[in-house]
């Protein structure tokens, strides 16, 4: 993408409203984006359960959860498509959930599934929203023209949606959220249509645009490893709940309970009973064949009964049993790399470790990651 040309998007930002100083100046102390106590109940079902976050000006927040956790209605909340039960949304200092309507609240959104307009042009699909707030065709042209030569889409400006492939319409979408130079972006799980490999290509592009653009992003995925590329921090969400907001880095490495550290990691993290309060946690990359680790280290040792010894090209993925824990019928896994070329068979036992700040506990009753090792 011709990232050069985003910087003209900035000759758009005079049209943005001016912001009140008051909201400025709570602007300036609150995050640019923020949920309070957040809550949306369709009957029984609370599909947002009081979410509190905050977004930073500029930054590519990921919200990372399973199906069904409440991402999408948490969005949909934000761009003001959904009532909140109960809490607020604050956008720029600006309150916002009660009496500013969608089209006011200077957000564009790309969906899941994009909703394109079948009858209309790719052109007409992108110049629509400006179309619709009187820009002249002049600057309906230039915008629409800078918007498709980013997403590399000019040359199909004159066909529908249906004569496009699904990473084409994806980019039809991102072009006409984009142009409307908003104040924030949604965009809910917008590279799924796409293969594996061009998935990571569209990271990488939607990464550098966000970058250069600047523009404050809420991005929602169920996938992890997009966003532990993507995001500046993670909110990792299950059952309309918040579980840990943090830098990809922290989430991964310091779990704040058992569901964040299993549902991060592939394979994800092995917890074992430690006692009957206590469960150990340890990640597969970080359960070696002792050897490997230097004479220094501080390690903790186990015999590992291996069961399943599988070979993935990038590294081998170990499964077994340890022997040292009472009630060994949890399997445990080890990832190792290429590099580490130790022979290992099935149904013997190993000298495997893990290094003492690897180790992680969590209550066993809460899930809750325990501070200060187990009980
Ligand atoms: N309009 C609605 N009426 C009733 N229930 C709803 C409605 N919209 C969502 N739900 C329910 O709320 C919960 C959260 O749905 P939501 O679409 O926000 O999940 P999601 O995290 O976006 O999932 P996915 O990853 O599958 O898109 C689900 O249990 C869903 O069935
Ligand atoms: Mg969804």
């Not at 409203?17 to 923020?34: D, I, L, T």
């Not at 498509?81 to 957000?107: F, S």
């Not at 065709?137 to 629409?144: F, L, N």
Request: net charge neutral; glycine share 8%.
């Amino acid at each position: 993408m011709p990232f050069d040309s985003l910087r003209s998007l900035r000759a758009f930002d005079s049209e943005r409203p001016k912001a009140m100083s008051e909201s400025a100046k709570r602007a300036s102390r609150m995050g640019y984006v923020e949920a309070k106590d957040l809550h949306k109940h369709f009957g029984e079902v609370h599909a947002v359960d009081g979410v509190d976050l905050s977004v930073n000006q500029g930054e590519l927040l990921v919200l990372l959860g399973p199906s069904g956790c409440g991402k999408t209605t948490l969005m949909r909340m934000i761009a003001g498509l959904e009532e909140p039960t109960l809490g607020e949304i604050w956008i720029a200092g600006e309150r916002v959930d009660q009496d500013v309507p969608p089209r006011a609240r200077g957000i564009a959104m790309v969906f899941q599934g994009y909703a394109l307009y079948p009858h209309k042009t790719a052109f007409r699909n992108i110049s629509f929203p400006l179309e619709a707030i009187g820009k002249s065709p002049t600057a309906i042209r230039e915008a629409v023209d800078w918007a498709a030569t980013m997403f590399g889409i000019r040359p199909l400006l004159a066909r529908r949606p249906r004569q496009l492939s699904g990473g084409e319409r994806q980019r039809v979408a991102l072009a006409r959220a984009v142009v409307r130079s908003p104040r924030v972006f949604l965009f809910d799980e917008p590279l799924s249509n796409l293969d594996a490999q061009l998935r990571a290509i569209a990271r990488f592009e939607l990464k550098q645009f966000q970058r250069e653009i600047g523009t404050t992003t809420i991005y929602v995925t169920h996938d992890q490893v997009e966003a532990m590329g993507l995001g500046d921090r993670i909110v990792v969400m299950n059952k309309g709940k918040v579980r840990q907001i943090g830098t990809p880095q922290e989430v991964y490495d310091n779990p704040a309970d058992t569901f964040v550290a299993t549902f991060l990691g592939s394979p994800p993290m092995n917890l074992v009973e430690h006692d009957e309060n206590t469960l150990f946690g340890f990640r597969p990359e970080l359960f070696l064949p002792r050897p490997t680790f230097p004479p220094h280290e501080d390690i903790r040792v186990y015999h590992l009964r291996v069961r399943q010894v599988e070979h993935l090209g990038a590294g081998r993925l170990v499964y077994g049993y340890l022997e040292e824990e009472s009630r060994s019928d949890q399997p445990v896994i080890a990832g190792l790399p290429v590099t580490i070329r130790t022979p290992i068979a099935e149904d013997q036992v190993y000298e495997f470790a893990v290094p003492r700040r690897a180790m992680r506990y969590f209550d066993r009753r809460t899930g809750l990651k325990r501070q200060d090792g187990p009980a």
